[in-house]
């Protein structure tokens, strides 16, 4: 039965994948584990194998719908350079140097053609995530990386397009068991030249179609505020698209990655990525899952020092194919080799088009099952590399033969938005906000769910996108780990509390603020994590109050003061209702000894710093009372207290002193350099 065979396939990659994170070996590694445990070369646990293979196809489609999703043409304009200097010899010389060292061993030149195409694609996911873990993109080598990995996944496109035209020069034909499931891929091999023109034809029809269609019915569509209206038809634009290819005699996958890189440009792409994000990982992994089912492991056993021989032969080679181009365009021999090692590895798109050549006979079945193992070691031992290869090059970087080879110059600043807000409702507060920040020059993004405010205003050259800012996808995209402040101007509570703990949970440090109409959010929304929550009802209370009071004659900043400190009680006696217990009398000598508050950001000069230090007293004249950390509130703290990130310091002065205790506490490093 299909569903059991389904449910000991995610129930088996669920404890595997569980076991290789703990251990930090990539997901993708755990995934390939798992279908060699269920598959017929291991445990045999799933019979139904040609169901499982259709889902892994469709995950295939997704997989490469997402893909196109986030290939913009600015990103591709930004990176052309690298990727034309870099990329391009990496790929031809992966693809020369591959087939030049198996042409003896596969028998004719296509088919070295076809292998050296294999291994010159890297995996995507595995580099990112290497980078993004220790905060690497942003240096030489990340850049020289991830355009490599652009370019890469481009050229996938190609490869598969070449597929059908190298298996007919090759003369070879496809096995029995898979003539049957493959017969229009068969059709192209007879016909090689025509397929290819018809390809770039469908290609480019489909391209141009979808760049003036889609967008268009993403419009009318998303005008309706139907999300389960809208993920349809993103399932049929993708799928519909990956039909039209398919019926031509292409890659399912060719019509997905076209409709994706169609929707790009749209102001509905992040919101596409977020909506069919979970959909490509839970069938993505069961491609891989597919893939690990066909890879027998007596096999890798019998044949060990082939496989061995195959994975150092492609880890020299791909580190050598990018580091040599790196190195001619200008860069430093260290970042070269760094760039080299990163992207060393077999990638994910290689199983894609293996398995093409598989079914049209370009890979025998020796040699499929030595591909498999080796792109799994070379992608498990992706992490140990990026250690080693920096490590070695600081280690000849000190002999004297060498030593000047291996300096990197300084790294180039990151040119990706940064150090801006992020502001989710482009309502009168948003506006009002945004405005704001504009005339100041302070830099921010703007996320609305309304698609002609989307349209009207990004026309006026406003950087605002489609997007719900509570999909962890969304804030991503917005740039919300290199973000200053979060702040949530929306009319939806619901929508509101969600996007403050998922924006929290991204990022521990971010300054969250949010404007809400009732007060019962109040609390919750500073649970969740909101720094500051700003109530319409009480703003619109002080707003009387200050101007009823001033009427009377009371000193502008009596009533300034008062104010404040009803803000730092979080309004105080206004939410109440009763004033039982009076916050101050405006006429009594101690009104300027009041509360103030102030939460250490990530970025703050005197984190790590003890309170003896700084010597607060001295230098602003407030007393502080009080540190809150986590869920522990330190009260009395001593000069030998060290303030960390996250605190949030309580302390007691008049206005003045509390003003200049702000500024020093809030003062950054960036403004301090």
Not at 307 to 327: D, E, G, R, S, Y
Request: aromatic share 8%.
């Amino acid at each position: 039965m299909f569903l059991s065979d389904l449910l000991v396939v995610f129930a088996v990659t669920a404890v595997v994948v569980f076991l290789f994170g703990r251990a930090q070996i990539p997901s993708v590694i755990g995934l390939l584990v798992s279908g060699v445990v269920v598959g017929p070369y291991g445990l045999s646990l799933v019979d139904d194998l040609e169901s499982v293979e259709l889902l892994a196809e469709i995950g295939v489609v997704v997989l490469l719908f997402t893909v196109g999703l986030e290939i913009s043409i600015s990103r591709l304009l930004a990176m052309l350079p690298l990727m034309a200097s870099i990329g391009l010899p990496q790929i031809a010389g992966t693809t020369f140097l591959i087939a030049a060292a198996c042409r003896w061993h596969v028998g004719t030149l296509p088919q070295a053609i076809f292998a050296g195409l294999l291994i010159a694609m890297s995996s995507t996911a595995i580099v990112l995530k290497l980078l993004s873990d220790r905060s690497q993109s942003g240096t030489q080598a990340g850049r020289i990386s991830i355009s490599v990995l652009l370019l890469q996944d481009l050229f996938v496109i190609i490869a598969m397009l070449a597929v059908p035209l190298l298996a007919a020069s090759a003369g070879v034909s496809a096995p029995a068991n898979s003539q049957a499931s493959h017969q229009s891929t068969q059709a192209l091999v007879e016909n090689p030249f025509l397929a290819v023109l018809v390809g770039f034809a469908i290609v480019v029809g489909v391209l141009l179609a979808g760049r003036q269609f889609i967008p268009k019915v993403l419009h009318e569509v998303v005008r309706l505020r139907n999300r389960e209206l809208f993920l349809i038809t993103l399932v049929l634009i993708c799928l519909g698209t990956a039909a039209i290819t398919a019926a031509a005699g292409l890659s399912l996958a060719i019509g997905a990655f076209i409709a994706g890189l169609a929707l790009s440009e749209s102001e509905y792409g992040h919101q596409a990525f977020a909506e069919v994000l979970p959909f490509r990982d839970t069938l993505a992994s069961l491609f891989f899952v597919s893939v690990g089912m066909l890879l027998d492991i007596s096999f890798v056993f019998s044949h060990f020092g082939l496989v061995c021989l195959v994975v150092f032969v492609i880890v020299l080679l791909k580190v050598f194919a990018t580091a040599i181009p790196a190195m001619l365009a200008g860069f430093p021999v260290r970042t070269s080799l760094i760039a080299g090692g990163t992207i060393a590895q077999v990638g994910e798109f290689s199983f894609v088009l293996g398995s093409r050549g598989a079914d049209v006979g370009l890979l025998t079945g020796d040699d499929y099952q030595t591909f498999l193992a080796a792109a799994v070691i070379t992608m498990a031992a992706a992490p140990l590399l990026t250690n080693i290869v920096p490590q070695l090059c600081d280690w000849l970087g000190q002999s004297s033969w060498f030593g000047g080879m291996f300096h990197d110059s300084p790294p180039e600043e990151d040119i990706a938005l940064s150090d801006h807000v992020i502001i989710a409702g482009f309502g009168i507060n948003g506006r009002s906000l945004a405005t704001a920040l504009a005339e100041f020059g302070v830099p921010h993004v703007i996320l609305e769910l309304n698609p002609e405010t989307v349209r009207s205003e990004g026309a006026l050259g406003i950087d605002i996108r489609y997007g719900d800012c509570t999909r962890r996808p969304i804030l991503e995209h917005a740039g919300i780990f290199r973000a200053r402040a979060f702040v949530v101007a929306i009319s939806d509570p619901a929508s509101a509390r969600r996007s403050v703990r998922v924006a929290r949970d991204l990022v521990p440090e971010l300054e969250i603020f949010v404007r809400t109409e009732y007060l019962a959010e109040v609390d919750e929304l500073r649970l969740l994590g909101a720094d500051v929550v700003v109530p319409a009802e009480f703003e619109t209370a002080l707003s009387l109050f200050e101007r009823v009071l001033g009427i009377y004659d009371v000193p502008e900043e009596k009533i300034d003061d008062l104010v404040d400190q009803l803000r730092l009680e979080n309004y105080g006696f206004l939410r109440s209702g009763v004033r039982r217990q009076p916050v101050q009398s405006i006429d009594s000598p101690d009104t300027h000894d009041q509360l103030g508050r102030c939460r250490i950001s990530q970025r703050s000069v005197v984190a790590g710093q003890t309170i003896g230090e700084l010597d607060v007293r001295a230098k602003t004249g407030v007393t502080i009372i009080a540190i809150q950390r986590s869920n522990q509130q330190i009260r009395n703290p001593g000069p030998t207290l060290q303030l960390q990130i996250g605190d949030e310091v309580s302390f007691v002065g008049s206005r003045s002193e509390r003003t200049a205790a702000n500024k020093l506490f809030l003062s950054t490093r960036r403004n301090t350099d």
